[in-house]
């Protein structure tokens, strides 16, 4: 069959603010969705110009290569910190912060948790992913009791490393975040729900309500030993059980 | 049905194979080819099943995915 190309629109390209660089994440991983999600996000609120990007240390280091805005790389869990004296400087700039499990809820706990309780009016992309992906899929605090990891071969045990945090929870119960919400992207609503998420998210710090954070569960085919398929069904069936998805705050 | 087609950039795509999962019409396949970093690429199989609903780029990781739809007065022709 020959497609008449002349009758055709375009109802899906590149985002704009993305460079023509390719990503470095591996095969089927949900980074490169996020990232494209943010993409997207950016030009359809035309901020472009305004946004920056704070980069955290994990797989997502060389992020500000990829976008076509400012960017910076923070010291490993000091993204929030960064955010914040970013947006102080000049609040009419569009700061975000793109981190991990292992920058956000393990190095970054205090950076994290004081930029929400002061209410920063910054934009918070945490990746949850259950691992430390780029190091070589080490036990992350958001690790799944029973999940395997390299320093947990066993799978993680209660007595010996605790629980896997609920980290949107814990900023949920502050009083000054006004979007706090968790996401996933294992099928095609979901990824719509993670997309209008952080469009809200964004749309809160560009009206300067305040804080927001969105959790996104995401996968790690590579570091989990599954397929990309697979690791979707994973998200699904096993890791929404103990991190439960929807708003958490929505005071915007 | 609105008629689609998509163009997939076989040196982005990385056969990592969620556009054949999350495709509802079942268009897409492993092709028997190999880009240059060495992965196996996509490719439309059926093409004339596809209905540019862009779930396959939605969730394409690599942004290897364009997807074109008809235009809405051509669909009543």
Redo the contacts between chains.
Sequence with gaps: MSVNMDNMVKVFERPRSLTDAQFSYCPGCHHGLVTRIIAHTIDELGIQDRAVIVASVGCSVTMYEWFRCDGIQAAHGRACAVATGIKRVNSNLIVFTYQGDGDLAAIGTAESIHAANRGENITVIFINNQIYGMTGGQMAPTTLLGQRATSCPDGRNAQLAGYPIRFAEVIAQLDAPVYVTRQALYDQKRIMAASRAIKKAFQCQIDGKGYSLVEILTNCPTNWRMSPVESNSYVMNQVVGTFPLGDLVDRG | MP???VVIDR??C?????C???CPEDVLAYSADYNQSG?NVVYMER??RCI?C??C???????A???????KS?QRE
């Design positions: 008629k689609g087609t040196e982005r990385k056969g990592c194979g969620l054949l999962a999350l992965y093409p004339e540019g862009a779930f780029a939605q969730t394409c990781p690599d942004i995915i364009e997807v074109y739809r008809e235009k051509q």
